[in-house]
Each structure stands twice: as structure tokens, then as C-alpha cells.
């Protein structure tokens, strides 16, 4: 079955902390892996992609097979970094997107 | 700008009642999706339309019906709202179906009373 499991539901750093939002997925095949994020009334927006191999907003994200794992880490955390984070995956089948249940990241000063 | 938009934000219902949620889109995406998101709880996909196509997930109630006029319009009906149907609704688009950056409105939060 695929799933995308966000294991930890709150996660608190200092600003200027390095941050790093778990995700473990389990997928048989090839997924696409995605990072979404939600800030304070705010709809949900695409973050970063795994295909991409790109940097947003300072947040990366390496997709490692072995581990089914796509954490996503920033250096040094800001404040406006609070949110709330999901992991998401589409299998190679295509269609839906899956989410994790989320991580909120409160960055205090 | 083309976004997703989703009204009326909040909507609040009497058990039983049917209701009926909107999303509308100017991207001109191929693909709409519906989920409800229940508190401190992951997005869940109820159905989604490609182009006219309907395709319901198969633990989705049969409560939940939902319609797409044209390209830009998708409703989403309940047709007897119960208590455990309070949630977030949102709606969703994709260029087309298997690309994952989709673009989300900002939902409409229902409560039944």
C-alpha cells in the first residue's frame, strides 16, 4: 500500500537552528516525492519537488531510496519558516497525490 | 493572477441538510480533485475529473457526489450531511493527471449543526 508517514507532529527550534522534517514513504514502485506547506491562513502550496533537485526558500530535500525516506532540511531556520509541512508522493501508476499528516515547524526567536 | 478558489469559506449546515461546496479555477488544468481534511489529520482524496471523467476513490461515501459542468467549474455535494462530515474541503487542479505540483484552493471549512 502507499503511504507517506510524517513521524513527528510538532517540531520546535530556535531561529538560526538547523531543521530537518522527517518523511518516510512506502511505495513498491518509482514515486514522485513532494514537499507541500501550509502557512497561518494560508492554502496549501507546492514547496519543492524531488525531481527538481532544487533549493526554495533555503529548504532542500534529497529523495534516498534505500531508506524511503525524503526529509526536508534547512540550515539555519527562520522565523517566518513556521507552517505546517506535508510530504506527499504520487506512485508511477499516476493520479492521486498522498499525503503524510503533516509537521508543524514553530520557529521562535 | 490564475488561482483556485473555493467559496464560500466557511459554510455551516444542519445534519441532514444537503450542501453544496464550489471550486473554481482560471488555470484551465485538465484535472480538479476534492479532498476533506478532518483535524490533525492528513488531505484525503474523495474523487477527482479528468477533463469529464469522474473517478471516485473506493472508501469515499456514497454521501459525497460531485459535478463538473466545463473546464472551470467543480462542485462537490453532500447529499445528508452528518456530524462526522465536519472537515476542510479542498479543491485542487492539475495540468494533467500524474503531475504532482498541484495547485490547492483555500478550502471551505464546513460544520454541521
Known amino acids: 500500500a502507499q503511504r507517506v508517514t510524517q513521524p513527528e507532529k510538532l517540531l520546535s527550534v530556535f531561529k538560526g537552528a538547523p531543521v530537518e522534517l522527517k518523511c518516510n514513504y512506502s511505495?513498491?514502485?518509482?514515486?514522485?516525492l513532494f514537499w507541500y506547506v501550509q502557512y497561518s491562513r494560508q492554502r496549501l502550496q507546492l514547496l519543492l519537488r524531488?525531481?527538481s533537485r532544487e533549493s526554495i526558500k533555503g529548504f532542500t530535500a534529497d529523495l534516498n531510496k534505500g531508506e524511503t525516506s525524503f526529509h526536508l532540511k534547512k540550515p539555519f531556520a527562520q522565523e517566518e519558516d513556521s507552517a505546517m509541512y506535508y510530504c506527499a508522493l504520487i506512485g508511477n501508476q499516476g493520479g492521486k497525490l498522498i499525503f503524510g499528516q503533516g509537521t508543524e515547524l514553530s520557529v521562535k526567536p | 493572477d490564475a488561482m483556485v478558489i473555493q467559496n464560500p469559506r466557511y459554510q455551516v449546515t444542519q445534519f441532514g441538510k444537503p450542501v453544496t461546496l464550489s471550486c473554481s479555477q482560471t488555470?484551465?488544468?485538465?484535472?480538479m480533485y476534492w479532498y476533506q481534511q478532518k483535524s490533525s489529520q492528513a488531505p484525503k482524496l474523495l474523487f477527482h475529473y479528468y477533463d469529464k471523467d469522474f473517478n471516485n476513490e473506493a472508501d469515499t461515501p456514497d454521501n459525497f457526489q460531485s459535478r463538473r459542468p466545463n473546464t472551470s467549474f467543480c462542485f462537490l455535494d453532500i447529499r445528508s450531511p452528518g456530524l462526522g462530515d465536519a472537515a476542510m474541503y479542498l479543491c485542487?487542479?492539475?495540468?494533467?493527471?500524474?503531475?504532482?505540483?498541484?495547485?490547492f484552493g483555500s478550502g471551505t471549512r464546513l460544520t454541521v449543526v
Open positions: 485542487a487542479t492539475s495540468r494533467k493527471q500524474g503531475a504532482g505540483g498541484y495547485t
Open positions: 511505495y513498491s514502485g518509482s514515486p514522485e
Open positions: 524531488h525531481i
Open positions: 488555470l484551465n488544468h485538465n484535472v
